[in-house]
């Protein structure tokens, strides 16, 4: 059974930092990209930044700069470092999990998801 659990979010002030991590189970890790996504209210999901198992990185042109993905295949763990937070970043985070023959910058090839942790960015 697949388990991804996100951790690390919370309430933060503007231009503050947070580091969210997705620890993942039942899974080979390694052979799997990983996402970060966020739902805002009222919004859409969105990917915010994605990383191949290879390590190749991809950000959305809204947190390009801010954000740095990264992971860790002897924990089984991937992060996201967000940095210069803004009250447009606060949404429910969610990793998720494509395996790495897919097309792993389209959101259709994630097969896992995680429950969502919050980020609420006050201003």
Same mark, same amino acid.
């Given at each position: 059974?697949? %388990? ?8 933060? %002030?503007?231009?503050? +930092? ?12 390694? *052979? ?6 966020? %739902? ?12 191949? +198992? ?11 700069? *801010? ?47 995680? %429950? ?5 960015? +006050?201003?």
């Amino acid at each position: 059974q697949v %388990q991804l659990v996100e951790s690390g979010g919370g309430l933060v %002030q503007a231009g503050g +930092s947070l580091r969210l991590s997705c620890a993942a189970s039942g899974l080979t890790f390694g *052979r799997y990209a990983m996402g970060w996504y966020r %739902q805002g209210p009222g919004k859409e999901r969105e990917m915010v930044a994605a990383i191949s +198992s290879g390590g190749t990185t991809y950000y959305s042109d809204s947190v390009k700069g *801010r954000f740095t993905i990264s992971r860790d295949n002897a924990k089984s763990t991937v992060y996201l470092q967000m940095n210069s937070l803004k009250p447009e970043d606060t949404a429910v985070y969610y990793c998720a999990a494509a395996p790495a023959f897919k097309n792993w910058v389209r959101s259709a090839s994630y097969d896992y998801w995680g %429950q969502g942790t919050q980020v609420t960015v +006050s201003s």
